[in-house]
């Protein structure tokens, strides 16, 4: 059984600072260690073969290693050994890594001492101006009555009834029915003929569309509609580039608002006179402005504070953040039952383009991850144990083992200290009153 860590005997680490934020570190253990992990692999290479006269795992060590070959008990027991050693080393240098480490050198032989090198990136150092001097007070927003006109608009829009507009021509505010086809050059893009609806009112239409169905009739000539494909088309080549569509329009259905009086509160179920109905709209646009503004000037505080830091960030880093934006954007897609390479099919991109898009926000994500966190030290943020398993039990999945508990607990901690001094400088930019910082 191996030793905990507390009761482990201490080992000889030697440390160099690499440029980049790195480091190198030689652990050498003890003989003893070599005999234990040794007697672990020739344990656990038992239960996996057979050998005649013994039943599984009962062999004696020597018929073991006859059987498998010193290669195989070596290999068996640097894997044993080597993630035990490392966690000891870097928990007894105090280092903090970011990324998973490259071992170089590890050789292990009967008698000796074992000896490897690894080298890892860790957390650099952050150099912090007058963040306390920061301040950014909010700016409040007034709700203008065009803000209420327009709200009023769209929930007239919201109930309208369709009612079929027979053989008249397509006019403004109108509700389309009509197939489809693009057409780049001699190339379909998507599919032929599919039908769609399409308000004109609503702008969700490619621009120009709207005003090129004007009208049209219902089984009347096909309408060619001319336009340039917008900047931010799905198809990254299609972007910019000149498309006609060809429109064949099977119903036309006008919008009948309903009348901007006491009934449309009825209506929305926001009061009983219109009078209250655009005062419940006013405290609701106020209560979202609150919010943006409060947004406004929480981002405006990062921001200054990313303008008086100074670090260096580790490549490996950004790399780890790189990942975890991809895998974001990959759970979000398949809530909406799309794929990534689906994704990326569809705008003629690649998995690669995607990551280099993403690189600059990963850098100041970052950016603003360590200087947060060097603002908690300074600041002497401490989670308390309570605290910690208080946030693990709501965030960690229930059926989660210990050991994975124990592995995340780090990090969670780490995020909590974080978001503490998030709040801590956003409080302190509106000139609420905290206690002097303890560096």
Do not use: C
């Not at 309408?223 to 429109?247: D, F, H, S, W």
């Not at 039952?337 to 383009?353: H, I, K, N, P, W």
Request: glycine letters at 8%.
């Amino acid at each position: 059984m191996a030793p905990s860590i507390a009761d482990a005997p201490e080992l000889e680490v030697e440390i160099e600072r690499l440029p980049g934020s790195e480091a190198k570190l030689t652990v050498t253990a003890p003989v003893e260690e070599v005999d234990r992990a040794i007697g672990r692999a020739l344990r656990q290479l038992s239960g996996q073969i057979r050998l005649p006269g013994f039943r599984p795992g009962k062999a004696p060590a020597s018929v073991v290693e006859r059987a498998v070959g010193w290669p195989a008990v070596q290999q068996e027991a640097i894997d044993i050994l080597l993630p035990e050693l490392y966690e000891r080393a870097v928990r007894q240098s105090e280092l903090d890594p970011v990324a998973q480490p490259r071992v170089g050198e590890a050789d292990l032989e009967r008698g000796t001492p074992f000896r490897f090198v690894a080298t890892v990136g860790v957390r650099p150092d952050v150099a912090l101006g007058d963040y306390r001097g920061i301040r950014v007070p909010i700016v409040p927003k007034e709700v203008a009555d065009e803000d209420v006109t327009g709200t009023l608009d769209a929930l007239r829009q919201r109930y309208a009834q369709l009612i079929d507009a027979g053989d008249r021509e397509v006019q403004e505010g109108d509700v389309v029915t009509a197939a489809l086809t693009m057409r780049h050059g001699e190339e379909v893009v998507g599919t032929p003929d599919q039908i769609q609806t399409l308000d004109l009112e609503r702008g969700e239409l490619l621009p120009g569309m709207a005003e090129q169905l004007l009208g049209a009739t219902v089984a009347g000539e096909p309408v060619e509609i001319t336009l340039t494909l917008p900047a931010e088309y799905p198809r990254e080549e299609l972007r910019g580039e000149l498309v006609v569509i060809t429109a064949e329009v099977s119903r036309i259905q006008a919008k009948e608002l309903p009348a901007l009086d006491d009934n449309l509160a009825a209506i929305a179920g926001h009061g009983e006179t219109l009078d209250e109905l655009k005062d419940f709209i006013r405290e609701q646009i106020a209560a979202e402005q609150a919010v943006e503004a409060d947004r406004e000037q929480a981002n405006a505080v990062m921001e200054a504070l990313l303008a008086v830091t100074k670090v260096e960030v580790p490549e490996a880093m950004i790399q780890v953040e790189i990942d975890n934006q991809v895998r974001s954007l990959e759970r979000r897609l398949a809530e909406a039952g799309v794929t990534l390479d689906a994704l990326l099919q569809a705008q003629g991109s690649s998995l690669e383009q995607l990551r280099g898009e993403r690189r600059q926000a990963a850098v100041e994500s970052v950016r603003l991850d360590l200087a947060l966190g060097e603002v908690a030290k300074l600041e002497g943020i401490i989670i308390s144990d309570d605290e910690l398993k208080f946030a693990i039990s709501q965030i960690v999945p229930k059926g989660t083992t210990a050991a994975a508990r124990e592995r995340l607990a780090p990090t969670i901690r780490r995020e909590l200290a974080v978001g503490q001094a998030r709040d801590l400088l956003i409080g302190l930019a509106r000139g609420v009153d905290t206690a002097p910082s303890t560096s």
